[in-house]
């Protein structure tokens, strides 16, 4: 299932690695999309959306709803 987050935070090569590592210790199979400028994250993956907004925000980030 494709997921489109907005997650607020992002400002280097680092917070997207940090994102990418989250997503991927809880689905090692999910693509992950991201566009910094857009503070945009997509994520295909079978995990529920608010698993995936949970490992985001966890990385320190802010998911808007």
Same mark, same amino acid.
């Given at each position: 299932?494709?997921?489109?987050?907005?997650? +607020? +935070?992002? #400002?280097c +090569?680092?917070?997207?690695? !940090?994102?990418r590592?989250?997503?991927?210790? /809880? %689905? $090692?199979? !999910?693509?992950?999309k991201? %566009?910094? $400028? &857009? @503070?945009l994250?997509?994520?295909? @993956? #079978?995990? !529920?959306? &608010?698993? /995936?907004?949970?490992?985001?925000r &966890?990385? +320190?980030?802010?998911? !808007?709803?």
């Amino acid at each position: 299932m494709n997921q489109q987050f907005h997650v +607020g +935070g992002m #400002t280097c +090569g680092h917070c997207e690695m !940090a994102i990418r590592r989250a997503i991927h210790q /809880l %689905d $090692p199979q !999910a693509e992950v999309k991201i %566009d910094r $400028p &857009e @503070s945009l994250v997509e994520v295909e @993956s #079978t995990q !529920a959306r &608010e698993a /995936l907004a949970a490992a985001i925000r &966890e990385e +320190g980030y802010t998911v !808007a709803e």
